[in-house]
């Protein structure tokens, strides 16, 4: 399968396609050099991350498995050496994966990896991350409890996270949010305690401290907060709601320390809303603006007592085709808006607002249109990303590109499901009884391919390559009793769970993840790969992880879930070799903005612009830069 000069076959370009001379002046006339573009065309570089080698050691009985990333920057021919304490392990260069197993070794082996360039071996990586137990623990403290107005006691449960370099040393950092135990769903009232957020890093260095204080609801619907590298100077931002009494890492306060907006029924409807970007590195507030859209009258969003008015989303999108923007959002049930924003110089400025209500959008049948969670990506093919925004699509300029007029749902996956055919494939269910319990849709045009009759209240759905028996990505849901193709053809049994997956063994199709293990698909039964050892899954019967994604080594997927006792965040690498090679899915701008949105309600798992699964091509590389 593998090639050591992959080349992305053009159906897979997913960036507006220039003349190499074109390409190549404008890269020059921005001060960067394009590397590892692998096509006989150029395509927009977009900006990522300068990661280190992201070296992980995970230990067995039989030895250790040793993984690093591909970067994007890479050559397409570059192989690798591995050292263990200076000396080096393998006999030949690595040339077919980024994966090596050390038959024997002991669990504390220090290794490092050395990548070999036109002949020349290069300096040697920073140190592997060490999976000395099958995981790795990163420390974390718990804020201490409180009592909330009417009496109750609280304390604090480790949620979702998400991960970026956030003080420019070139390892990914942890940013977790930290939720009471009487955080409320929009719909139930009753008094909360405060979200807290904490930058982490991987040895448990906590950067900073993050209160967002009593003026902002918790729950899983009120807080999503986006952390990336807006602004290219290679430290990670931190985006997020706030109010009057939010705590920067600083210990300065956001507007008024004693402004408290809450009802007695433990809502917060007035009173000013903020969007603030904070330093990834030290916490502190650098712009606090109004957050856009301003809730106005609370009854014009579906509902007089709080609930739908403060269903928020969040995500991150290359609108220019190069560079990250803030989406912040609100609303799906009626009325949703969505405002895009651009961090450059230590200065918000707002580049569009998408309001279903403006005299443009109103009566297309753009109302209600909204989901749980959202996705980004370039589905038109044009080198700018487009935000799916449940059975509708807002175009990268801001106007709305298509509506499928089908209602809300609560999960939705966007990805190069169907390898037969070019672009993005969209796979979408619905909660509403009157409307098609599932969707197939093209996301370009918003054409339905397929769909299921209605049914009820359709609450999961799932898109991955999970069997190798069918082509291309399967399909399923919680009222479907099988799996279905592109077409929509039954293709064998239901899965065990209908939640999360991830890329854990050593094949190129995907694995179930859900509450706190991983199984493998079968034809007559699941196999488990893995349970999670004295930890614990979020948010209720969603069954979540803090995050899952491409965090470390090769790339396959780590799975990230909160100790039993919530003081660590226990991090589970692959075990299992494989003969894959693909660039590592963070310098995959799609995968890239998946992880970034993770942590928004209804925590979906990130998907990449290609398709990976049984028979795929040789994986295409990324026209990426570095800043």
């Given at each position: 399968m593998q090639?050591?000069?992959p080349?992305p076959?053009?159906?897979?370009?997913?960036?507006?396609?220039?003349?190499?001379?074109?390409?190549?002046?404008?890269?020059?006339?921005?001060?960067?050099?394009?590397?590892?573009?692998?096509?006989a065309?150029?395509?927009?570089?977009?900006?990522?991350?300068?990661?280190?080698?992201g070296?992980?050691?995970?230990?067995?009985?039989?030895?250790?498995?040793?993984?690093?990333?591909?970067?994007?920057?890479?050559?397409?021919?570059?192989?690798?050496?591995?050292?263990?304490?200076?000396?080096?392990?393998?006999?030949?260069?690595?040339?077919g994966?980024?994966n090596y197993f050390?038959?024997?070794?002991?669990?504390?082996?220090?290794?490092?990896?050395?990548?070999?360039?036109?002949?020349?071996e290069?300096?040697?990586?920073?140190?592997?991350?060490?999976?000395r137990?099958?995981?790795?623990?990163?420390?974390?403290?718990?804020?201490?409890?409180?009592?909330?107005?009417?009496g109750v006691?609280?304390?604090?449960?480790?949620?979702?996270a998400?991960?970026?370099d956030?003080?420019?040393?070139?390892?990914?950092?942890f940013?977790?949010?930290?939720?009471?135990?009487?955080?409320?769903?929009?719909s139930?009232?009753?008094?909360?305690?405060?979200?807290?957020?904490?930058?982490?890093?991987?040895?448990?260095?906590?950067?900073?401290r993050?209160?967002?204080?009593?003026?902002?609801?918790?729950?899983?619907?009120?807080?999503?907060?986006q952390?990336?590298?807006?602004?290219g100077?290679?430290?990670?931002?931190?985006?997020?709601?706030?109010?009057?009494?939010t705590?920067?890492?600083?210990?300065?306060?956001?507007?008024?320390?004693?402004?408290?907006?809450?009802?007695?029924?433990?809502?917060?409807?007035?009173?000013?809303?903020?969007?603030?970007?904070?330093?990834?590195?030290?916490?502190?507030?650098?712009?606090?603006?109004?957050?856009?859209?301003?809730?106005?009258?609370?009854?014009?969003?579906?509902?007089?007592?709080?609930?739908r008015?403060?269903?928020?989303?969040?995500?991150?999108?290359?609108?220019?085709g190069?560079?990250?923007?803030?989406?912040?959002?609100?609303?799906?049930?009626?009325?949703?808006?969505?405002?895009?924003?651009?961090?450059?110089?230590?200065?918000?400025?707002?580049?569009?607002?998408?309001?279903?209500?403006?005299?443009?959008?109103?009566?297309?049948?753009?109302?209600?249109?909204g989901?749980?969670?959202?996705?980004?990506?370039?589905?038109?093919?044009?080198?700018?990303?487009?935000?799916?925004?449940?059975?509708?699509?807002?175009?990268?300029?801001?106007?709305?590109?298509?509506?499928?007029?089908?209602g809300?749902?609560?999960?939705?996956?966007?990805?190069?499901?169907?390898?037969?055919?070019?672009?993005?494939?969209?796979?979408?269910?619905?909660?509403?009884?009157?409307?098609?319990?599932?969707?197939?849709?093209?996301?370009?045009?918003?054409?339905?391919?397929?769909?299921?009759?209605?049914?009820?209240?359709?609450?999961?759905?799932?898109?991955?390559?999970i069997?190798?028996?069918?082509?291309?990505?399967e399909?399923?849901?919680?009222?479907?009793?099988?799996i279905?193709?592109?077409?929509?053809?039954?293709?064998?049994?239901?899965?065990?769970?209908?939640?999360?997956?991830?890329?854990?063994?050593?094949?190129?199709?995907r694995?179930?993840?859900?509450?706190?293990?991983?199984?493998?698909?079968?034809?007559?039964?699941?196999?488990?790969?893995?349970?999670?050892?004295?930890?614990?899954?979020?948010?209720?019967t969603?069954?979540?992880?803090?995050?899952?994604?491409?965090?470390?080594?090769?790339?396959?997927?780590?799975?990230?879930?909160?100790?039993s006792d919530?003081?660590?965040?226990?991090?589970?690498?692959t075990?299992?070799e494989?003969?894959?090679?693909?660039?590592?899915l963070?310098?995959?701008?799609?995968?890239?903005?998946?992880?970034?949105?993770?942590?928004?309600?209804?925590?979906?798992?990130?998907?990449?612009?290609?398709?990976?699964?049984?028979?795929?091509?040789?994986?295409?590389?990324?026209?990426?830069?570095?800043?």
């Open positions: 090639h050591p000069h080349q076959p053009p159906r897979r370009r997913r960036r507006a396609v220039l003349s190499a001379l074109t390409a190549a002046t404008a890269l020059v006339a921005a001060g960067l050099t394009q590397l590892a573009t692998g096509t065309e150029a395509a927009t570089a977009r900006q990522v991350e300068a990661l280190d080698r070296v992980v050691s995970v230990h067995t009985d039989a030895g250790n498995l040793v993984s690093w990333r591909w970067l994007g920057t890479d050559p397409n021919d570059v192989s690798f050496n591995v050292y263990r304490a200076g000396t080096k392990v393998n006999s030949t260069p690595v040339t994966s980024t050390h038959s024997g070794a002991p669990s504390q082996a220090d290794y490092t990896v050395r990548a070999i360039v036109g002949g020349v290069q300096a040697d990586s920073v140190h592997a991350i060490q999976f137990t099958g995981y790795k623990d990163v420390p974390i403290s718990p804020p201490a409890g409180g009592t909330t107005p009417d006691a609280y304390t604090y449960e480790a949620n979702g998400s991960v970026a956030l003080d420019g040393d070139g390892a990914l950092d940013v977790l949010k930290w939720q009471p135990t009487n955080a409320k769903d929009n139930q009232s009753g008094y909360t305690g405060n979200t807290i957020l904490d930058g982490v890093k991987l040895d448990g260095t906590r950067l900073w993050i209160d967002l204080g009593r003026n902002i609801r918790s729950g899983a619907h009120y807080t999503q907060f952390v990336y590298d807006y602004d100077d290679r430290k990670a931002e931190v985006a997020v709601k706030t109010a009057d009494g705590v920067d890492g600083t210990g300065a306060v956001i507007g008024s320390s004693s402004a408290d907006y809450r009802n007695s029924s433990g809502y917060v409807l007035s009173g000013p809303e903020y969007l603030t970007m904070f330093n990834g590195q030290t916490g502190k507030a650098m712009q606090s603006v109004d957050y856009v859209p301003a809730r106005g009258t609370v009854s014009s969003w579906g509902d007089g007592y709080g609930n008015v403060d269903r928020f989303l969040a995500g991150t999108a290359y609108l220019d190069a560079r990250p923007s803030l989406i912040m959002a609100r609303g799906y049930y009626t009325r949703s808006v969505l405002a895009a924003w651009d961090w450059r110089g230590g200065t918000f400025t707002r580049r569009w607002t998408f309001d279903t209500s403006s005299s443009t959008n109103s009566g297309k049948g753009y109302d209600g249109q989901s749980h969670s959202l996705s980004v990506g370039d589905v038109e093919n044009d080198g700018k990303d487009e935000i799916v925004y449940g059975a509708m699509a807002v175009d990268d300029n801001g106007n709305g590109l298509w509506t499928t007029k089908t809300h749902g609560d999960a939705q996956h966007l990805g190069d499901l169907d390898p037969s055919t070019s672009g993005l494939e969209y796979f979408k269910v619905s909660e509403s009884s009157s409307q098609p319990a599932e969707l197939y849709i093209n996301p370009a045009t918003g054409a339905v391919r397929w769909k299921l009759a209605a049914c009820c209240d359709n609450g999961r759905g799932v898109a991955g390559d069997y190798a028996g069918n082509d291309g990505a399909v399923w849901s919680a009222s479907d009793s099988s279905r193709d592109e077409g929509g053809a039954t293709k064998g049994r239901e899965p065990s769970s209908v939640n999360f997956l991830s890329w854990w063994d050593g094949d190129t199709t694995e179930l993840l859900d509450g706190t293990h991983i199984d493998k698909y079968g034809t007559s039964s699941d196999t488990r790969l893995l349970t999670g050892a004295s930890v614990h899954s979020n948010n209720s969603k069954a979540t992880p803090s995050l899952s994604g491409d965090l470390f080594g090769d790339w396959r997927e780590e799975v990230v879930w909160p100790t919530n003081t660590a965040l226990r991090i589970y690498s075990p299992y494989t003969t894959t090679k693909i660039t590592t963070l310098h995959d701008t799609m995968y890239r903005t998946g992880l970034a949105w993770q942590n928004t309600a209804y925590n979906q798992p990130p998907h990449p612009s290609f398709f990976i699964g049984n028979g795929m091509p040789t994986a295409p590389r990324p026209t990426v830069y570095t800043p």
